[in-house]
């Protein structure tokens, strides 16, 4: 099998690699010539995994801390062997061909969508960046699905990012991405929402034919709760473990909560119920 283009995940925490697991084997459906690899903390090597292919996939075991993930992140293309990497977020979901990616890196070597709107959230768009600018009065990129050709511009700016990441001392990986997009020698692309997309509830017919890539990040309905569960239980049976990944998802559910009135969010949590934007 070709490593010429190969899908990364970063898994740090049961939860996480439980996620990883689910988006890994939607890539080995939906593009089974694609390999994938996954650096965890969790396990050693994925012995429940029937969707691993040994001769195929990759699995990388780093001793890390959770609280590494930023750090590992903006570092990611350090633990890729491949000549084209396709970065996901574990909450993703692969729903297209992804190999246009190999066309699109034979001209660019870092590639990530642009945001629609400019960010306001605190903690993000008040950080101060470039000649002391807000993040929020510049565009902005989300890191959750990259394109990346491992080339000497690329490596150099994962290195920026990393090191914009800790000298601005931001939890968020995406606040130190302004200034490094901004400062880079490499050829940087901003892809469009197909390829990393948010569920419209609405008018999902058109939305599944032209997505590649599904991100859900706290919009988890009852589908893909469970569908995540039974990932985690490839990692280990024991219970109590298991329920550290349904807190994780319960939490990230609350968070969606937080951030809209109760009524919206309870036409949302009714939609969780009965329907999803993905079919796994």
């Keep these: 099998m070709s490593k010429t283009l190969g899908v990364i995940y970063l898994a740090l925490g049961r939860p996480y690699l439980a996620m990883a697991l689910l988006s890994a084997k939607s890539v080995v459906d939906s593009n089974p010539y694609i390999p994938f690899t996954i650096v965890t903390n969790v396990k050693t090597e ?6 691993f292919r040994h001769d195929h996939d990759s699995w990388i075991y780093v001793d890390a801390d959770v609280n590494d ?6 570092n990611i ?3 890729s062997e491949y000549e084209k990497t396709i970065f996901l977020d574990c909450d993703t979901v692969v729903m297209g061909d992804l190999s246009m990616a190999n066309i699109i890196l034979e001209y660019f070597d870092i590639c990530l969508r642009l945001n629609r709107y400019p960010q306001k959230r605190k903690g993000k768009g008040d950080v101060r960046v470039l000649g002391n600018h807000r993040v929020g009065d510049f565009p902005h990129w ?4 990259m394109l990346i050709r491992n080339t000497d511009q690329a490596i150099q700016f994962f290195k920026s990012w990393n090191a914009n990441y800790f000298q601005l001392g931001n939890k968020y990986d995406q606040v130190a991405l302004v200034p490094t997009i901004f400062e880079t020698g490499a050829r ?4 469009e ?9 609405v008018g999902r017919g058109k939305w599944r034919k032209d997505t590649i890539v599904y991100h859900y990040a706290t919009n988890i309905c009852d589908h893909l709760f469970n569908k995540i569960l039974e990932c985690d239980r490839l990692i280990d049976s024991d219970e109590g473990f298991a329920n550290e990944t349904r807190c994780f998802l319960q939490k990230k559910r609350r968070l969606k909560k937080s951030k809209m009135n109760l009524l919206k969010f309870f036409s949302i949590n009714v939609m969780w119920r009965f329907s999803s934007p993905v079919k796994l």
Aim: aromatic share 10%; net charge neutral.
């Design 46 to 51: 994925p012995s429940q995994v029937e969707f």
């Design 69 to 74: 993930n930023r750090n590992l992140k903006t």
């Design 77 to 79: 293309l350090s633990y």
């Design 142 to 145: 989300n890191s959750g699905v």
């Design 188 to 191: 940087v692309l901003s892809l």
């Design 193 to 201: 929402e197909r390829w990393n997309a948010t569920d419209p509830g």
